[in-house]
């Protein structure tokens, strides 16, 4: 039956298909004995292994034996009831490994923009609690600048010479601040400021606008926006706060590949996605 290349499981009537090498990733848990018929709480019905357990919870068994990582969704809460089922089967790394609870549920992360309109300047800067989310749109947000004859920053098209890439400025690694509009210079010459949000390949001069694009920016990342006010009615600075839940960094397993180590497994936090 150990020869056998793909493996058909019924667990509480749900149905999975898998390949023998994936349930003998850890060759002294309960699933690799199983196909030597070294275990009698599984049964071998029609050519199918049979057992009483937990169907659904059982997806996310396969899921790690396949990836060696833990990854929930978002809205998961059944942490002790997966890890019984993991002590089950006899895969005690993941049992270790959702034994530490507070590392995989999602976290809280609060987004903040501040945008105020100085005659034909608007300026912003945003604050994050994650510094990884902060960072990746400082990494969509590029900064133009360049000089133009009497135009006004309403003027829907940038000039016709080349404009001048500006870095962000960052604070820290929690901030966020730009500008964008036109400043008088000399005669009739303005310094104008451009805002570029990828993946939108507009150069925007206009403050309404950049606002506009940056909150749907948030928007469409999974941000949820729970409140606009006016922080200074005489310098006209509006906030707009957003939260999201966050992914935490995942949890994988390494395997020992040393002589002697029958495949013993180490657990041991890594981290699969960027996150402070």
């Known amino acids: 039956m150990s020869n056998r290349e793909v493996v058909i499981l019924s667990v509480g009537g749900v149905r999975f298909v898998t390949r023998a090498s994936t349930l003998q990733r850890f060759p002294e848990s309960r699933l690799a004995r199983m ?88 300026f912003f800067r945003v604050f994050g609690s994650c510094s990884a989310s902060v960072e990746t749109l400082a990494e969509q947000i590029t900064l133009f600048t360049g000089q133009q004859s009497g135009q006004s920053w309403n003027s829907p098209f940038p000039s016709q010479k080349p404009l001048v890439p500006l870095p962000l400025e960052r604070p820290s690694h929690h901030d966020i601040v730009f500008q964008c509009g036109t400043d008088y210079s000399a005669g009739d010459r303005f310094v104008a400021r451009y805002v570029s949000i990828k993946p939108d390949n507009r150069k925007l001069i206009n403050g309404t606008n950049v606002l506009g694009l940056l909150l749907d920016t948030l928007l469409k990342d999974g941000f949820r926006l729970l409140s606009t006010r006016t922080v200074s009615s ?24 040393s002589p002697g180590s029958s495949g013993a497994a180490q657990a041991k936090r890594s981290q699969v996605q960027k996150g402070k």
Do not use: W
């Not at 199918?48 to 978002?74: A, C, H, N, W």
């Not at 707009?240 to 995942?250: A, D, H, V």
């Open 35 to 122: 196909l030597n018929d070294d275990d009698q709480e599984f049964k071998l019905v029609n050519g199918e292994f049979f057992v009483d357990r937990d169907g659904t919870l059982f997806s996310y068994i396969m899921d790690f034996l396949r990836t060696l990582q833990v990854s929930l969704p978002t809205d998961f809460s059944d942490y002790q009831r997966l890890q019984r089922e993991a002590e089950f089967y006899g895969l005690y790394p993941l049992a270790d490994l959702l034994s530490q609870e507070h590392l995989l549920k999602p976290r809280l992360e609060i987004l903040e923009v501040r945008f105020s309109l100085q005659e034909m300047q608007a």
């Open 234 to 257: 005489e310098e006209k600075v509006e906030c707009y706060s957003f939260e999201r839940l966050r992914r935490p960094p995942g949890l994988a397993v390494t395997l020992s590949q």
